[in-house]
């Protein structure tokens, strides 16, 4: 098939995923409101047209986690990225290295820290990114944050929105999380896709290697990704992100922050960024879209802190709306997952590709020579689509 947008990938990914994967990445949980909120929510707001005002073909490049960087969106943290791809991870990361955007690993990772960076696909020399899922096991994190120590990780993400791990209505259906072994169904659905059975089976069967030494999380990823889930720290506290920050000397960034208050706590805890972020829609659901809350928490926190934001980014136009309302950078999630599920390295390349194109065009016709001067214009370049402006 023809691949234009990230709706394609999206696609392209459905034809290839066994149904259980394809429904892991794709859903939300419960009613799915704000899986759907966090798209419906970029509509809210419009972009002002300028004409005859710049020739320049737009410099991408911008700066945010402590860097310049290429593009203002990296890969975000997914889980179980080798499952949708062999060496998943690797493949993603390689990707973003190559268009220099950082690359952030998740916690539930088929690939380790260690395999990584001994790799060296992280997104740039001394830019490696990890997300730290804190568990009830003391000894599993203290060696999470060991491993990302030693792997030489420069920017620790913590999740603190997933304490508890939301009901995904398709993963219950299909008994992802819940199955230990695959069930008839679940064989069935894997047969049906033999391009990506072959594929997977290539690098023998996955398991989280983080998880090595610890064979009580069971054997495979399938047992493994059930025990993880269910031994998320729910006690997770704003005391635990005071002791990380005393034990983890890298940035720190917040990742799953929606309110006001809490993006100040996470900025008096000594936090160097936060992510607004609702886990794109898989966690609380009914809560507000993240580009709605956006300029409110930009505008508590003030200048000098940094605010990032993921959830529901398929288009350049997204980010040029999210950048103007005062976000630093954005994450992409299931944006390069598909494209990974759809194409291995190369189509996360190709979809890295499809938003840089699609950011360039959409600046060239805002007027606006650089990602730089479009945060300099801020919330000028932009207005709620309800709001007639004042036509200047
Ligand atoms: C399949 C999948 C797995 C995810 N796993 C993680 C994870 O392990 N850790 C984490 O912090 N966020 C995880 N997320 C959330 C993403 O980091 C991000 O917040 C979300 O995908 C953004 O929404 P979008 O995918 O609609 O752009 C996951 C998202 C998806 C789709």
Known sequence: MTIVNIDDMREAARRRLPKIFFDYIDGGSFSET???????????????????????????????????HALPFMLGPVGFLGLYRGRGELLAARAARAAAIPFCLSTFSIASIETLARDGAGAAPGDLQFQLYMLDDEGLNQELLAAATAAGVSTLHLTVDCTVTAIRERDVRNAFRSARRPTPAMLASMLSRPAWLIDLLRHGMPAVEALERHPEFG?????????????????????EVDWLR???PGRL???????????LRARDAGADAIVISNHGGRQLDGVAST???????VEAV???FEVLLDGGIRR??????????????????????FALAAGGEAGVTRAIDILRTELS?????????????????????VRRADDPGTGG
């Open 302 to 304: 003030g200048e000098t």
């Open 316 to 337: 350049g136009a997204d980010i040029v709306k999210a950048l103007a309302l005062g976000a630093s950078g954005v994450l992409l999630g299931r944006a390069y997952a």
């Open 246 to 248: 005393t034990r983890w």
């Open 34 to 68: 704000t899986l759907r909120a966090n798209r419906r929510g970029f509509d809210a707001w419009v972009i002002e047209q300028r004409v005859l005002a710049s020739g320049r073909v737009p410099d991408l490049a911008t700066t945010y986690l402590g860097r310049r």
């Open 219 to 239: 054997q495979g990823a399938l047992e493994q990704a059930v025990n993880l889930s269910r031994r998320m720290d729910r006690t997770l506290s704003w005391a």
């Open 291 to 297: 580009i709605s809350v956006l300029p409110r928490i």
């Open 253 to 263: 960034v917040i990742k799953g922050v929606l309110s006001t208050d809490d993006a």
């Open 361 to 381: 065009v959409t600046l060239a016709l805002m007027g606006l020579d650089s990602i730089d001067a479009l945060k300099a214009a801020g919330g000028g370049v």
